[in-house]
């Protein structure tokens, strides 16, 4: 198809909607999904080839750090360690190399655990020893209390805050911790060399970065290099940096020619070793007017930038960061200012579901929630005033240049779309509705890769303060929906992960080490704690628009929606995340 002809655009006839046998349907089943329910799907972790040994690695604890030195003898004594073998250090910035180490290989998973376990090692702990989270976060909201780096500027918001009275003004601050991936599957990757090539099988989001990396490591050209994409058991961006697949290169490369080795990685190195979402402060200011509008609005952000995995000493969050609900808000507002402070990582910062839209619109939502209490007005009334008439906005007058990298002529910034997915949700957790005692409902909205979502929780809060969710009402505005069953399979996942996140996760640091090891101390929501109702309202699906993402939207909304839910039933508010309990 590629070698024939591109026919000129008036001589080609699409079908019509009522022609399609595919697109829009449900009653088409995904073609593994035989083989995923019967166990037979082949995940990075199933991999098996003759001869094959296994290795696991031993990391430095604290990123930068390095390797003093090592004794293996005790580890070279396990039954069934075969070698040990020495992973470079990490040199410069990140990127997707390895952090550097000791690996073991052994004829079994359990064996090369074992030998790591016994080895006898000395880090030399480097630049990022003395990282602590707690101090780090006071660093953070200091950071976010002073002026920062302008990145929208639109009328003239400190002399609107500046004149305001006091009664006037408004300020609030909120704190999202780091957050891991924790997929089910964690990284996995099998390597083999031989005849001036190199094979891989492995669970990866980007294939063309493994094999690069491979490549460059091996000195293989990069058409020797041949990766096989096995099915995913979660990602949410961790394994688009291919870390993992380079370490399995590294020991192949020392192993003798043709031998596979499946280099695993613990939970514990998981969460341990992981590219994390990023920590923030967000510090923001309005300036009200007597009749609620909002007439000053200030949202300064202090977060480490994955920009640092790229560039060494990176600081401060990038416009394409910057742009996610924070620069990009369409709200009706004369003086608006964004600001981001240039704050330093110590952790290797990577994107993660939705990406800065989690802590953006956590702040951004709750104090719209927190406006719109104060002005005594109800808050979905109070959003949709604030949004404005239906309109489409060339996303760069927001100063947001970046738009997801897409075209503003084909995605503006359509608020009538985003009105839209508010009046979904919220009709139908049925809002307004008179609830029990100890019941609230919460609201919050999101535009986030070309989509428009919409999110309301019910909670209801026990007299001991303990949190549980009863309903959540999701709303996606995505343009043509392909596959509805897989979209609202999306926003079922979305807000089960983004209650997760809002409940339970934090990743906190102690002289320079992770630490939470498994599931035990970084917890994922289970069964007993989820929703017993998840409602999706797919609307909108208009095939003259482009099409929107799907796997990202659902995430944002659900923390500030929870959290307003929270305030609406106790009348608490909740500014940092996990919330854990209200006691």
């Known amino acids: 198809a590629a070698k024939l002809p591109v026919p000129a655009g008036d001589a080609v006839k699409l079908k019509t909607r009522a022609e399609f046998r595919y697109i829009g349907k449900d009653e088409v089943r995904l073609v593994d999904l035989e083989a995923i329910g019967k166990g037979e799907a082949m995940y990075g972790m199933d991999m098996r080839l003759p001869g094959m040994v296994y290795a696991v690695v031993a990391r430095p604890p604290v990123v930068g750090g390095k390797l003093r030195r090592v004794d293996s003898a005790k580890a070279l004594a396990v039954p069934g360690v075969l070698k040990v073998v020495e992973i470079p250090a990490m040199a410069g910035a990140p990127?997707?190399?390895?952090?550097?180490?000791?690996?073991?290989?052994?004829?079994?998973?359990?064996?090369?655990?074992?030998?790591?376990?016994?080895?006898?090692?000395?880090?030399?702990?480097?630049?990022?020893?003395?990282?602590?989270?707690?101090?780090?976060?006071?660093?953070?909201?200091?950071?976010?209390?002073?002026?920062g780096k302008v990145v929208r500027d639109q009328g003239d918001a400190p002399q609107a805050w500046a004149k305001a009275g006091e009664t006037e003004r408004f300020m609030a601050e909120y704190h999202v911790p780091h957050l891991a991936h924790a997929s089910m599957e964690t990284p996995v990757a099998t390597v083999r060399i031989q005849d001036g090539a190199a094979e891989v099988w492995t669970s990866v989001q980007n294939p063309a970065a493994a094999q690069e990396a491979v490549a460059k490591r091996l000195k293989l050209k990069p058409e020797n290099v041949k990766v096989h994409v096995l099915l995913l058991g979660g990602g949410f961006?961790?394994?688009?940096?291919?870390?993992?697949?380079?370490?399995?290169?590294?020991?192949?490369?020392?192993?003798?020619?043709?031998?596979?080795v499946k280099l695993v990685w613990t939970r514990e190195d998981d969460i341990h070793h992981d590219y994390l979402h990023t920590v923030s402060a967000e510090h923001l200011e309005a300036v009200v007017g007597k009749d609620g509008k909002v007439q000053s609005w200030l949202h300064r952000s202090a977060a480490p930038t994955i920009a640092s995995l790229f560039t060494e000493g990176a600081k401060g969050e990038q416009l394409f960061e910057s742009a996610m609900s924070a620069i990009n808000m369409p709200y009706v507002i004369p003086n608006v200012r964004v600001e981001t402070a240039e704050v330093a990582a110590h952790a290797r910062i990577g994107w993660f579901r939705s990406v800065a839209n989690i802590p953006h619109a956590f702040a951004a939502q709750c104090f719209i929630a927190e406006l719109a209490h104060r002005a005594g007005q109800d808050h979905k009334q109070y959003a949709l005033d604030l949004i404005g008439p239906a309109r489409r906005i060339d996303p760069g007058t927001l100063a947001d240049t970046w738009n997801y990298s897409e075209s503003p002529e084909r995605y503006p910034y359509d608020t009538g779309r985003l009105r839209g997915v508010i009046e979904a949700a919220a009709s139908g957790a049925k809002w307004g509705r008179e609830l029990p005692?100890?019941?609230?409902?919460?609201?919050?909205?999101?535009?986030?890769?070309?989509?428009?979502?919409?999110?309301?929780?019910?909670?209801?809060?026990?007299?001991?303060?303990e949190v549980r969710v009863v309903a959540v009402d999701m709303a996606l505005d995505c343009g043509p929906q392909i596959k509805p069953e897989r979209i609202?399979?999306?926003?079922?996942?979305?807000?089960?992960?983004?209650?997760?996140?809002?409940?339970?996760?934090?990743?906190?640091?102690?002289?320079?080490?992770?630490?939470?090891?498994?599931?035990?101390?970084?917890?994922?929501?289970?069964?007993?704690?989820?929703?017993?109702?998840?409602?999706?309202?797919?609307?909108?699906?208009?095939?003259?628009?482009?099409?929107?993402?799907?796997?990202?939207?659902?995430?944002?909304?659900?923390?500030?929606?929870?959290?307003?839910?929270?305030?609406?039933?106790?009348?608490?508010?909740?500014?940092?995340?996990?919330?854990?309990?209200?006691?």
């Open 488 to 583: 609202r399979a999306q926003m079922e996942g979305g807000a089960i992960m983004g209650l997760s996140l809002a409940l339970l996760g934090e990743i906190s640091f102690e002289k320079g080490r992770v630490k939470q090891n498994n599931f035990y101390d970084y917890e994922v929501l289970r069964h007993n704690a989820s929703p017993r109702v998840i409602r999706t309202h797919l609307v909108n699906d208009d095939h003259a628009l482009p099409p929107g993402g799907v796997g990202e939207p659902p995430v944002p909304p659900v923390a500030p929606a929870l959290c307003n839910a929270i305030f609406a039933a106790t009348g608490k508010r909740v500014r940092s995340l996990p919330v854990r309990s209200v006691a």
């Open 437 to 465: 005692k100890g019941h609230g409902l919460g609201l919050a909205f999101c535009y986030s890769f070309m989509s428009y979502t919409a999110t309301v929780v019910e909670v209801a809060v026990d007299e001991k303060g």
């Open 237 to 260: 961006g961790r394994k688009s940096k291919p870390d993992y697949v380079d370490e399995a290169a590294i020991v192949a490369q020392a192993m003798p020619a043709g031998t596979p």
């Open 95 to 147: 990127a997707f190399q390895p952090l550097g180490g000791v690996a073991v290989v052994a004829s079994n998973t359990w064996a090369a655990m074992q030998g790591r376990a016994a080895l006898a090692i000395e880090w030399d702990d480097g630049p990022n020893a003395a990282y602590d989270s707690v101090a780090y976060r006071e660093t953070l909201t200091e950071a976010s209390r002073k002026p």
